[in-house]
């Protein structure tokens, strides 16, 4: 479920494929810890369609100093456009040293991450020194509920709204990066000009110092 390395020049690399439910995050845990001397670190989540928000926690906590608020939700409570009650902070506390990697920070990003991995590029945005590089998040947060139909039939119906840390509705529009990359299937094809991109960024601030 995930993906591990470095570049020739010190860059760390992470992909997360998925926050299933029964995730084992320890060789997630022991890949960060061997990556922690990272000049400079990538994150892709551009594969994962989501799952359970807590390990998704887990493994942001890596890259977060202190207590931070990442997103917002509102639970529907009536029908309507305004059936919903006020609007709750979701938070995280990021891991101290020497269990933070604390180097400028690139988040690959995309249309096929959604749910929980969105809140995951959220609580990442929130570390020092981090930029979202690539193409808008799904917008598809609703925390879906059995729902009983009387006949047999249940249906999985969306709960909520998902707001991103300043209240803006995400539902829809997603997460927007930092810096849009233009890519197609077709450009997948020939290369990763997304990643191409967010390596470039973090060289140049690196050869900044």
Same mark, same amino acid.
């Given at each position: 479920?995930?993906?591990? &390395?470095?570049? $020739? =020049?010190?860059?760390?690399?992470?992909?997360?494929?998925?926050? *299933? +439910?029964?995730? =084992?995050?320890?060789?997630?845990?022991? #890949?960060?810890?061997?990556?922690?001397?990272?000049?400079?670190? !990538?994150?892709? #989540?551009?594969? +994962? %369609?989501?799952?359970?928000?807590?390990?998704?926690?887990?493994?942001?906590?890596?890259?977060?100093?202190?207590? *931070?608020?990442? $997103?917002?939700?509102?639970?529907?409570?009536? @029908?309507?456009?305004? &059936?919903? $009650?006020?609007?709750?902070?979701?938070?995280?506390?990021? +891991?101290?040293?020497?269990?933070?990697?604390?180097?400028?920070?690139?988040?690959?990003? &995309?249309?096929?991450?959604? %749910?929980?991995?969105?809140?995951?590029?959220?609580? !990442?945005?929130?570390?020092?020194?981090?930029?979202?590089?690539?193409?808008?998040? $799904?917008?598809?947060?609703?925390?879906?509920?059995?729902? /009983?139909?009387? +006949?047999?039939?249940?249906?999985?119906?969306? %709960?909520?709204?998902? !707001?991103? @840390? #300043? &209240?803006?509705?995400? /539902?829809?529009?997603?997460?927007?990066?930092?810096?849009?990359? @233009?890519?197609?299937?077709?450009?997948?094809?020939?290369?990763?000009?997304?990643?191409?991109?967010?390596?470039?960024?973090?060289?140049?601030?690196? #050869?900044?110092?």
């Amino acid at each position: 479920r995930a993906i591990c &390395g470095r570049s $020739a =020049d010190g860059i760390g690399y992470l992909l997360g494929d998925s926050w *299933v +439910n029964g995730l =084992d995050l320890a060789p997630i845990h022991a #890949a960060l810890e061997r990556l922690r001397d990272a000049k400079a670190f !990538l994150v892709d #989540a551009r594969t +994962n %369609s989501g799952g359970n928000e807590e390990l998704a926690r887990e493994v942001a906590a890596w890259f977060v100093e202190g207590e *931070v608020t990442y $997103a917002r939700h509102r639970v529907r409570t009536g @029908p309507g456009a305004e &059936g919903f $009650a006020p609007a709750v902070e979701r938070r995280m506390r990021g +891991n101290v040293a020497p269990r933070r990697i604390d180097v400028p920070l690139a988040v690959l990003t &995309g249309p096929f991450a959604m %749910s929980s991995n969105e809140s995951f590029v959220l609580m !990442l945005r929130q570390a020092r020194d981090c930029t979202l590089v690539g193409q808008p998040t $799904a917008g598809s947060s609703g925390n879906p509920q059995p729902f /009983e139909l009387g +006949n047999g039939v249940v249906a999985r119906i969306p %709960s909520w709204q998902f !707001l991103g @840390p #300043a &209240g803006r509705l995400l /539902e829809g529009s997603g997460v927007a990066p930092d810096v849009l990359v @233009p890519c197609t299937p077709e450009d997948l094809k020939r290369g990763d000009p997304i990643l191409a991109k967010a390596l470039e960024l973090l060289r140049a601030k690196l #050869a900044s110092r």
